[in-house]
């Protein structure tokens, strides 16, 4: 039998219910569609057209007809991808010429070796260094990755990242990028504005890339939610033993609650960033959320491209509109600085 006979039939939209939806085309290959053939032991290529993207036609969603059983969700973020890239490199002081020139040696060895997985997994983070730069010069540099990478050319690449920093790829870095994270003193104030006072608030998913281990939110309780979701990090989210959250505790003071007691912590807010694409229920997510503050502040990519392979949906803002209707609450604002970094920041309220 053919691994992909395992895949579970989704007919009918995750957030409205409908079958009528319109073809959107397949993710592209990432580190997750990589991993996840090699889980269910067939061809990237061949997963990829097997779980394809469609957009429901009356309330906007993108999601999979097609959809992974959740073992294989638990052994992809449990086995295979086990720490959260993005989550880790928030902070680290990854965007620097030692680590663009790292990757491009990565790549060097990876291409004369004939490892094609290893490559593939260099130049995607060597990518990242450089689009992570919001110098004015960064997008020719980019573009000429991209022709060395298309060619293999790993000489070509490595002399681009020598010559990168002397080209004033360093000097600025752009907001809310891979390593710099969504704890923005900008955003931070918005949220001020618009639902505050703050007094104490909450995240979940993913605890290092937002403002709990950020100096903006001194003064102000944390709270980080545990709650179970087979398709995203867990237990196994590690570095030199330490746990991602052991890693944010220690560096910011952070109370830890499970999901099931968030509506008894007084909470003014909630923060869910890049999550709710992860869920196979978010109504019943958000319903939640609401019930346990007035207000949630949900991260998501905009959708430009088809959605991750690792995501189960993708979102539009008159999706958002209607999900916030739906789970008891409105979208009341966007946040439109984040947009330039191919993120979309809503706010959602009570009633």
């Keep these: 039998m053919s691994p992909l006979a395992s895949l579970r039939s989704i007919p009918a939209c995750p957030a409205c219910g409908s079958t009528h939806a319109t073809p959107r085309g397949p993710a592209l290959r990432n580190l997750y569609s990589e991993q996840l053939a090699l889980l269910l032991g067939i061809e990237e290529s061949a997963l990829l057209d097997a779980v394809p993207n469609v957009e429901c036609r009356d309330c906007g969603v993108w999601w999979k007809p097609r959809w992974f059983q959740r073992a294989d969700l638990l052994r992809l973020f449990g086995e295979r991808v086990p720490d959260h890239p993005k989550g880790w490199d928030a902070g680290s002081g990854g965007f620097c010429a030692s680590a663009l020139g790292a990757q491009a040696t990565a ?6 070796r004939g490892d094609g ?40 690449l490595q002399a681009l990242a020598a010559g990168a920093e002397s080209r004033g790829l ?6 809310f990028s891979r390593f710099v994270g969504f704890g923005d003193v900008g955003l931070w104030a918005w949220l001020q504005q618009h639902c505050g006072p703050i007094r104490r608030f909450a995240e979940v998913g993913c605890p290092q890339w937002g403002f709990l281990p950020r100096p903006c939110a001194v003064g102000v309780e944390r709270v980080y939610l545990r709650r179970e979701e087979p398709n995203y990090w867990a237990e196994g989210c590690r570095r030199e033993g330490l746990h991602c959250l052991g890693a944010t505790c220690r560096s910011a003071p952070v109370a830890v609650h499970a999901w099931s007691a968030a509506s008894a912590l007084e909470l003014d807010l909630i923060g869910a960033y890049q999550y709710l694409d992860h869920l196979e229920d978010p109504r019943g997510f958000l319903v939640e959320a ?9 991260i998501l990519d905009g959708i430009d491209q088809p959605t991750a392979i690792q995501h189960y949906t993708g979102w539009t803002e008159p999706a958002l ?31």
């Excluded at 790549?107 to 004369?112: D, P, Q, S, T």
């Excluded at 990242?128 to 070509?156: H, M, R």
């Excluded at 360093?170 to 907001?175: D, I, Q, S, V, Y």
């Design 107 to 112: 790549y060097a060895e990876a291409i004369r």
């Design 290 to 298: 609401l019930q346990a503050a007035p207000s949630v502040l949900l």
């Design 117 to 156: 997985l290893s490559a593939a997994r260099a130049g995607r983070s060597l990518r990242s260094i450089l689009l992570a730069s919001g110098a004015p010069g960064a997008p020719k540099l980019l573009a000429e990755a991209d022709v060395a990478l298309a060619l293999g050319d790993a000489p070509a």
């Design 321 to 351: 509109v209607r999900l916030a209707g739906a789970a008891g609450g409105r979208l009341t604002h966007e946040y439109a600085p984040i947009v330039a970094s191919g993120n979309r920041a809503w706010l959602i309220r009570r009633g």
């Design 170 to 175: 360093f000097a600025a870095e752009r907001p």
